[in-house]
């Protein structure tokens, strides 16, 4: 059973940069898909990074050039550095890990991977 566990949330001012992690233990997701999510009041979990167990990256057009995806396997870590926030990035943020080591995968991940997010402000 994979246990997710999300940190490095706060409050950030507009422009600000955070850097989120998630460590996994359970087991190794060496070989799987890793990807960061992310859901604002009222609104569905999104997916909005994402990294393939061979390094190629996904990013949803919102984040895309701000914030960055990279994963350590030997510490089963997955980070998000993100830079340039904006008041639109404020939402918790998951991680969680893919079927498969295709981004394709994260898509729909397993509903009973999920942790407690990491909550992210980002004032004007």
């Known amino acids: 059973q994979v246990q997710l566990v999300e940190s490095g949330g706060g409050l950030v001012q507009a422009g600000g940069s955070l850097r989120l992690s998630c460590t996994a233990s359970g087991s190794t997701f060496s070989g799987k898909a890793m990807g960061w999510y992310r859901q604002a009041p009222g609104n569905q979990r999104d997916l909005v990074a994402g990294i393939d167990s061979g390094g190629s990256r996904y990013y949803a057009d919102s984040v895309k050039g701000r914030f960055t995806i990279s994963r350590d396997n030997a510490k089963s870590t997955v980070y998000l550095q993100m830079n340039s926030l904006k008041p639109e990035d404020t939402a918790v943020y998951y991680c969680?890990?893919?079927?498969?080591?295709?981004?394709?995968?994260?898509?729909?991940?397993?509903?009973?991977?999920w942790g407690q997010g990491t909550r992210v402000t980002v004032s004007s």
């Open positions: 969680n890990v893919g079927k498969t080591s295709s981004i394709a995968t994260l898509v729909r991940p397993r509903d009973d991977h």
